[in-house]
């Protein structure tokens, strides 16, 4: 059975005048232990989406979906007490921002320690003790001078890693980590990601990663969930995906890819023409449409559902797989 | 030798690292009033009630620093007995209306809805009010006395804390950090009184030094009314008011404590510059 089946989820913005809907009726599913990709551009609705696992809205953001299941429990249907200790011991998150996450007036090793006395029960040396063992299991150096830091003495990975300590620190079955590495440098984000990876098959929790790029998720997951739009428009195996990928979309993210073959070459990467939607301006059909190389009138219309192409493998593209020649995909790859 | 050496240039050598001449002259000057006044029991030459009508409106002299009044009290008694009560007094108003406000003001901004409505709206009208008239319709309700001043003043006096703490509150609201209080799953208690307030009460603090003057100054303006500090007792406004009627002869009654409050205003003052540029280190407030 599934650790987390979310299903017709849709989260929408009210403002004056009306209100806007920025998620669409998205489904997705964990499995225990195993760590999904959710990929999209900025305002795909990616963020909101995991936000939705507990029910983190910002403000004028409400949320409504069919289904949200954690772990055998309906997590819509959660009383205040209930999602507080579903947020507190189910699920752990990591923000992108690791520089704003922290309460700048509190020392790190008190806020591991405030995560271990309230969520974990540990008191007074105990939960200290417990919290110089976490920051040592982050790979954080001389772990009793950084508990005496203030966050602003800190580098962005060294933060980056104490937001793991804290998520963690509770033993979640469901680690989600929002553009983790976003904000870091490349050979931080490769070892963040490592530690994500390591603490992962160490304690079996689940990971949901979201990022914006294809590269990260091909190299971290086992599975994939691409968003567009506020749709989901194609899910499967990583593996699967980049080798037979079904929706435009995904071809595009793909080809957009530079490789180290064509290092040094001049060879222009084949870029998705185009901007992203405004949610705002999305009424009905593909939101891919706008962009899409192979665009049928028909899109215009359509019904965006995902439908199966084998192996678990999903898109909500229902010309590709007709064997339509894509004009859009292929690049130098 | 050496360790009482060290007792004078430590914390001395500590005040000059915070930077600036502004913060450390206003810790020194405000600290002096405060050591004198806390002391005055010891220090005081005179008990301040003590009369001596033989020796009444004597100028400054070695006997009396601060001369005496019309009935020959030591005025440098009296001041310091009066400073004594006087910053007693104004610390514990401002920084009751302080606590008061900031919790109001940082509640509503948390909860918003009906809860900020309200808070909101009697903040408004309480600033809206003239200050003075407030703190004596207050006064004519409770009656003279440094009591009446002082419910006076905490209820006219939080309502601008209220505010700044709610404003502060409402762009903290969104910040992730404040975020990540509620994806931990820390209760709504925790994450205003652990983590939203110890960020957002730095602006009261400082704008309550602009608050402790003003203050001082309502409260030396009532006792110099005769609704705040009743006869015999000193405080500044009353030791002021009582040499009012002799100002041409015996200067020194009202004039010397009247620098006194200046100089208190003027140490306060120049903290509050210092905290506002930034001279103390990070983590000191």
């Known amino acids: 059975m599934a650790l987390l089946t979310v299903a017709g989820l849709r989260i929408a913005f009210s403002h004056r005048g009306g209100s806007t809907e920025v998620v669409r009726g998205v489904e997705f599913a964990v499995e225990p232990g195993e760590t999904v990709g959710l990929v999209g551009e900025s305002g795909s609705g990616k963020s909101l989406a ?44 990591i923000f992108q921002d690791p520089y704003s996450c922290f309460d700048p007036t509190m020392r790190i090793g008190e806020q591991v320690a405030e995560t271990l006395r309230v969520n974990a029960g540990l008191e007074g040396d105990a939960a200290k003790a417990r919290a110089l063992e976490l920051l040592e299991s982050v790979d954080i150096a001389s772990p009793e001078q ?48 490592g530690l994500i990876e390591q603490r992962r098959r160490e304690s079996g929790m689940a990971v949901l990663l979201v990022s914006h790029d294809f590269g990260v998720i091909a190299q971290a997951c086992d599975r994939v969930v691409v968003m567009y ?18 929706h435009p979309y995904t071809r595009g993210l793909l080809s957009s890819i530079p490789s180290l073959e064509s290092a040094g070459r001049r060879v222009r990467r084949a870029g998705i023409p185009g901007q992203p939607p405004n949610p705002a301006d999305l009424v009905a059909g593909c939101p891919f449409a706008d962009r899409c190389a192979q665009v049928r009138p028909a899109c215009r219309e359509l019904h965006v559902a995902l439908e199966g192409v084998g192996d678990g493998h999903v898109t909500a593209c229902p010309y590709v797989r007709d064997g339509v020649p894509v004009t859009n995909a292929g690049g130098s790859r | 030798m050496s360790d009482l050496a060290h007792l004078v240039t430590v914390p001395w050598r ?95 901004g948390y909860v918003g809805g009906w809860f900020d409505a309200i808070v909101g709206r009697v903040a408004d009208t309480v600033i809206a009010f003239p200050f003075i008239v407030l703190v004596l319709a207050v006064i004519a309700i409770v009656g003279p006395g440094l009591k009446g001043v002082a419910i006076g003043i905490i209820i006219a006096g939080w309502a601008l804390y209220a505010r700044l703490a709610r404003s502060e509150m409402l762009a903290m609201r969104e910040q992730p950090f404040l975020m990540s209080t509620k994806a931990l799953g820390y209760s709504h208690v925790r994450a205003i009184f652990r983590h939203a307030l110890p960020n957002l009460v730095r602006t009261s603090l400082v704008y309550s030094t602009v608050d402790v003057v003003v203050n001082m100054l309502v409260l030396a303006g009532m006792s110099y ?7 015999p007792g000193a405080d500044l406004g009353s030791i002021i008011a009582s040499g009012q009627g002799y100002l041409l002869s015996a200067w020194w009654i009202t004039t010397i404590p009247g620098a006194v409050l200046v100089l208190f205003g003027l140490g306060v003052s120049l903290i509050g510059d210092g905290i506002t540029r930034g001279d103390l280190p990070q983590g000191a407030l």
């Open chain 1, 146 to 193: 950084r508990f005496r830091a203030y966050p602003h003495e800190l580098s962005g990975g060294m933060r980056q890693r104490v937001m793991i300590a804290i998520a963690i620190s509770a033993s979640p079955k469901l680690l989600i980590a929002d553009e983790p590495t976003t904000a870091l440098d490349v050979t931080t984000q490769a070892q963040i990601l």
């Open chain 2, 225 to 231: 009314l005769g609704l705040g500090q009743q006869a």
């Open chain 2, 14 to 108: 500590r005040l000059r690292a915070l930077g600036s001449w502004e913060i450390t002259t206003g810790i020194v000057v405000v600290a002096v009033l405060m050591i004198a006044s806390l002391l005055a029991p010891l220090i005081a030459p005179y008990p301040p009630n003590q009369i001596d009508v033989l020796h009444s409106l004597q100028p400054p002299s070695w006997h009396h620093w601060m001369g005496t009044d019309f009935v020959g009290r030591d005025v440098w008694s009296r001041v310091l007995y009066g400073l004594r009560i006087d910053m007693l007094v104004v610390a514990v108003i401002t920084y009751l209306g302080l606590a008061i406000g900031v919790i109001v003001g940082t509640v509503a």
């Open chain 1, 50 to 93: 995991c936000r939705s696992i507990i029910r983190l809205m910002p403000a004028h953001a409400t949320m409504t979906a069919s289904k949200v299941e954690f772990d055998g429990r309906d997590v819509l249907a959660m009383s205040a007490k209930e999602l507080r200790d579903h947020r507190a011991h189910s699920v752990g998150m």
């Open chain 1, 229 to 246: 739009g506020g749709y989901v428009v194609e899910a499967g195996p990583v593996a699967e995906v980049c080798a037979r990928p079904q």
